[in-house]
């Protein structure tokens, strides 16, 4: 199974919420990997993807036959969209996702920023579910502003009739008193607390 995880933005929450998934897929008995196909604003080494494979690792000791730049196949320093940031080369992710896919159960493939951020002229950040033949797990931050944001990618995959699992990534409790008087209508599920369920949803769908 391939998951594929994105967010309403940029700094949302995905690497945190992709380690708590690598934890509990993990204590499931699931074999996991993950995958951070573009990385951008990389200096030295990408922090992000660094995070995340050494993390997997603890859990699936088959990893340590990769190199962090299997699992980041695409780094740039600028911190902009793939588009801005540099030339993505499509045939060396799909190098790395295949490199990839035989040491696991599960293959986490983080995204860089929202759905529609662009990679070239071609392609858009949604467009890795279907390249990895992915299910989609949304991540949205609690920060203020994030209903408008959360409804707006609601009826964008709606109306594009795609699937996926939702959740909200809360900063701090300031979203109890500003948002969740409303979002609750959703019965969100919750990253801090309700990551079991979460994983189980994914499993299921």
Not at 80 to 104: M, R, T
Not at 134 to 162: C, R, V, W
Request: glycine share 4%; charged share 25%; aromatic share 12%.
């Amino acid at each position: 199974m391939n998951i594929f995880i994105s967010a309403n933005n940029t700094e949302c929450g995905k690497t945190y919420s992709t380690l708590k998934l690598i934890e509990t897929f993990s204590k499931k008995g699931y074999k996991v990997a993950v995958l951070k196909p573009i990385e951008t604003g990389v200096e030295k080494i990408p922090k992000d993807g660094e995070l995340l494979f050494e993390t997997a690792k603890k859990y699936n000791p088959k990893l340590n036959v990769l190199s962090l730049n299997d699992i980041v196949p695409i780094q740039h320093k600028l911190p902009a969209a793939p588009f801005v940031a540099g030339d993505v080369d499509i045939e060396k992710i799909k190098k790395a996702f295949l490199k990839i896919k035989p040491l696991c159960d599960i293959l986490l493939i983080e995204g860089a920023g929202g759905l529609l951020v662009p990679i070239n002229n071609n392609l858009y950040m949604i467009d890795f579910i279907k390249l990895f033949n992915a299910k989609l797990f949304m991540i949205f931050s609690s920060k203020l502003g994030m209903i408008n944001d959360f409804l707006l990618n609601k009826f964008y995959l709606e109306q594009n009739k795609i699937r996926y699992t939702w959740a909200i990534n809360v900063f701090d409790d300031s979203y109890y008193k500003i948002s969740d008087p409303f979002m609750k209508k959703f019965n969100p599920l919750i990253i801090q607390k309700d990551i079991d369920l979460i994983t189980e949803k994914l499993l299921k769908e």
